[in-house]
Each structure stands twice: as structure tokens, then as C-alpha cells.
């Protein structure tokens, strides 16, 4: 079994920034792919970003593309999601997700079901 435990999440100004972390119980991480997905107010979870097992490789969602930076530390079983220039559009809860299957290996993996395993969550609100 995999925890997931996300941070970083608060109440932020337009234009600002926030770093959130994930870190990983287990001693397998390195062969997970990774994702950040978020599940704005009454909307639905949604695609944000991800990573494969070396970090070679990422993929994002068109809405982040720019300002959102993915990335993972092996050594520490963390994964990153940095966020500069956000917007309020950005509100959401922000859950990172765990994935075993080898097609983590070699492309980013952008869909909910392709996860074995969930954060919490850690809120995200952008103040106009």
C-alpha cells in the first residue's frame, strides 16, 4: 500500500505563487508515474499535470501549460507541483495521485483511471 500526502496549499493573491509537495510512503516510488489532478468547487476532478518514473518526461493540462512545473525527487519520494501566476480559476483541491503500471515508464499518464493511488488533498484558493 502506497500513502500519499500532499502540502503547500493555502490561500493565495493573483499572480502569485504556491509550491505544493507530495510525499510517498514505500520504498518503490521511483516506479510510479505521478500526477497532480484538481477538483474545483462543484466541478469535476480534472487532468492537471504529470510525470514518468525517471521524470523524463511530462505532461500537461492546456489551462496550466506555462505556468505549472512538475517534478519529483527520487531520493526523497517527493513529487513537486510549482504554480506561478495563478489565477482564481485555479481554486481547487489539488490531489496527487500514485500509478503502477509500466506505461508510466515511458509517457506521462493523464487519466483518472490509469491511478492505483490517492492523496488526501491539500485546498488551493486564488483571490481576485
Known amino acids: 500500500q502506497v500513502q500519499l500526502i500532499e502540502s503547500g496549499g493555502g490561500l493565495v493573491q493573483a499572480g502569485g505563487s504556491l509550491r505544493l509537495s507530495c510525499a510517498t510512503s514505500?520504498?518503490?516510488?521511483?516506479?510510479?508515474?505521478m500526477g497532480w489532478f484538481r477538483q474545483p468547487p462543484g466541478k469535476e476532478r480534472e487532468f492537471v499535470a504529470a510525470?514518468?518514473?525517471?521524470?523524463?518526461?511530462?505532461s500537461y493540462a492546456d489551462s496550466v501549460k506555462g505556468r505549472f512545473t512538475i517534478s519529483r525527487n527520487n531520493a526523497k519520494n517527493t513529487v513537486y507541483l510549482q504554480m506561478n501566476s495563478l489565477k482564481p480559476e485555479d481554486t481547487a483541491d489539488y490531489y496527487c495521485?500514485?500509478?503502477?503500471?509500466?506505461?508510466?515508464?515511458?509517457?506521462?499518464?493523464?487519466?483518472?483511471?490509469?491511478?492505483?493511488?490517492w492523496g488526501q488533498g491539500t485546498q488551493v484558493t486564488v483571490s481576485s
Open positions: 495521485a500514485a500509478a503502477r503500471s509500466y506505461s508510466g515508464s515511458y509517457r506521462p499518464l493523464k487519466e483518472l483511471n490509469e491511478y492505483d493511488y
Open positions: 514505500g520504498r518503490t516510488f521511483s516506479s510510479y508515474g
Open positions: 510525470i514518468t518514473w525517471s521524470g523524463g518526461s511530462t
